[in-house]
Each structure stands twice: as C-alpha cells, then as structure tokens.
C-alpha cells in the first residue's frame, strides 16, 4: 500500500497537499455519514418487519379455529356384525 | 423488493468502480497542471459534485411537476429525494470549493466571484425547502407547497447559471466552455470519468432513500391493513413526504 501511494507521481508534501487531502476526506466523510445515518434507518425498518411479522403471526394464531381433535383409533366403536348391510 | 430496490447492488458495484478508477486516474494518470500545480487535483471532485448538485436540484424541479401534474404521491417523494441529496452534494462542493480557493487565492472566500456567490445563494434557496415543507402540517398541502417551490426553484437554477456565464467580472477560473473547453485529453479523460462517478453516486444514493423510504412506507400501511389503525404509531411532523 505504501509503494502504492509513493508510486503516485508528484504526491506533494509541501503546503498544497494538505488542502487535497482535506477536499477528498470532506466527500469521503460525507458519503460515510450518509451511509451511515441510512444504515440505522434501514436497521430501524429491519427491527419494525420484524415486530409485523411477529404481529401477524400471533393475530393468525388467534384467528384461526380450533383444530378438530385426532380421532384415536383405540376409541373407534366396533362395527356391529349383526347389524343390516347398507343396501 | 420495490423498484428502488431492483438494481441497486449493481449500480453500487458500478459506482464504486468508477469512482476507484476516478482516483486512480485523479493521482496516478492526469498531469499535474503547470499553473496550479498539485492543487488542481481538487478540482476533479469539486467541479462534479458543483455540477451534479445543481442538476440535482434540477431534477428535483422536474420531478415536483411530475406530482403537479399526476397528483401522485411517489413523484413528490422522487422529488424531495432527490433535493436532499443535491443539497449534500452542494455542500461537499461548497466546502472543496473554498478549500481551493484558501490553497490557491489565499482566502476561504471571495464575495467579489459571481460563481461562489452564486451557487451560494442557490444552496441557500434550496435549503430553505425542508423548513418549508415542515412548516407545513397537512400532507396533502405540505406536498403540493413544495412541488411548486421545487418547480420555480429548479427553473431558478439553469437561469441564475446563464447570468453567470454571462458576467464579465470573475476570477473564478473558467476551464469548461462551449468551445470544447481548456483541457488537455488526460486531464478531460479524468474530469469526465469523476464526472461520471459522481453522478454515479448521487443515483446510487438517491435510488437508497428511496427504497428504505418506499420499505418504511410499506412496512406501516402492512401493520395499518392487518391490525388497524391503532397498531400504528401516528408520524409526527415530518419534512419528509410521509
């Protein structure tokens, strides 16, 4: 990174490169709060679709009926042998 | 995912690569001017951001006569957007610009220059849009108050642009003309992909608000239709279209 930064031709240390570097460290910092001022906005949206989500699904809990009970296979009468076939 | 959503890493990706050549083309490709020096390089992101932020703010006319026009809510969202984002741009060009000008005139300010002046009394009218709309409390009002403002506004701008190109008096320095402007082929080279990397990033950001907006906006008319109106917290005054 540093033979990078070196390799650039005519990096001035004189007086005229701190006023660049300040003009392109104002629009980085810019763009950075920007960005970051949205990601809270976007993490406060992400927490209220959480909370709906959990909303809906307890307002279908309560809404939907009750399920009719497992019939138990133990409890089933037996058929009656005697009885007249269904014509 | 909203249409503000739909393209958007891709546009992001875009961006970034532009603006990461921009810079490598910024200190590593275009000569160093042999007036200015070193110095010069702030001019490739001042200049865009300048020019960008004022076709913001144009664009934000248009949009504001687009919800004149269809009365449609999303258009006065499209143009309050993209105001606020021209606003952030004026300012990041306002403040490169005076770091310029302290490195290169001496001073952080020059009054006597129609350019700064200017595009001061633009930003300074712009920023005037978000009391406005605040100042307001009906939505409806709130919305058709700024449209219009942001109509007379916008034309406002390539107006007060013409006058200034029109003034003789300025020490601004004058390197864009219609004549093809004063540019060696590295340096437009460079000017021109800043230029598009700028542009670039404000449509990255601008389509950004607009899908977290549009996400928000969903997020409570959902809540609104599956549990009522009281399962939703009432906005307060706002700025922002609601």
């Known amino acids: 990174m540093t033979g990078f930064v070196l390799a650039a031709p005519a990096l001035p240390l004189h007086s005229a490169g701190k006023y660049v570097a300040g003009a392109y460290i104002v629009f980085v910092t810019l763009v950075l709060v920007y960005v970051a001022i949205m990601a809270t906005r976007l993490r406060r949206t992400e927490r209220e679709l959480a909370q709906l989500r959990r909303d809906v699904a307890a307002a279908r809990d309560e809404a939907a009926p009750e399920p009719d009970p497992e019939p138990d296979p133990e409890s089933e009468p037996e058929p009656d042998r005697d009885a007249e076939p269904v014509p | ?242």
Not at chain 2, 171 to 184: A, E, I, S, W
Not at chain 2, 189 to 198: D, P
């Open chain 2, 1 to 242: 995912m909203s249409i503000y959503g739909r393209g958007l890493r891709g546009l992001a990706i875009v961006t970034v690569v532009t603006i990461s050549t921009a810079l490598v083309l910024v200190f590593f490709y275009a000569p160093l001017d042999a007036d200015q020096g070193f110095i010069q390089k702030i001019f490739y992101i001042h200049v865009p951001l300048a020019i960008v932020s004022l076709c913001g703010f144009v664009l934000g006319g248009l949009f504001g006569a687009g919800h004149l026009r269809t009365g449609e809510r999303k258009w006065d969202m499209r143009s309050y957007v993209a105001i606020h984002m021209a606003l952030i741009f004026g300012v990041g060009g306002l403040i490169t610009g005076s770091t310029w000008a302290k490195a290169s005139w001496g001073h952080w300010w020059e009054w006597g220059d129609p350019t700064l002046v200017s595009f001061l009394i633009v930003l300074l009218l712009f920023a005037t849009y978000q009391p406005l709309r605040f100042s307001i409390e009906d939505p409806e009002r709130q919305s058709r108050y700024a449209s219009v403002f942001a109509v007379v506004a916008g034309a406002f701008v390539p107006m007060n642009f013409i006058v200034v190109r029109l003034s003789q008096e300025f020490v601004h320095p004058r390197v864009l003309t219609l004549t093809g402007g004063n540019l060696p082929g590295p340096m437009r080279l460079t000017f021109v992909v800043s230029l598009a990397g700028i542009a670039l990033l404000y449509a990255t950001l601008w389509k950004y608000e607009m899908a977290a907006k549009n996400a928000r906006g969903q997020a409570r008319a959902l809540r609104r239709a599956l549990l009522g109106d009281d399962a939703v917290r009432p906005l307060g005054r706002s700025a922002a279209p609601s």
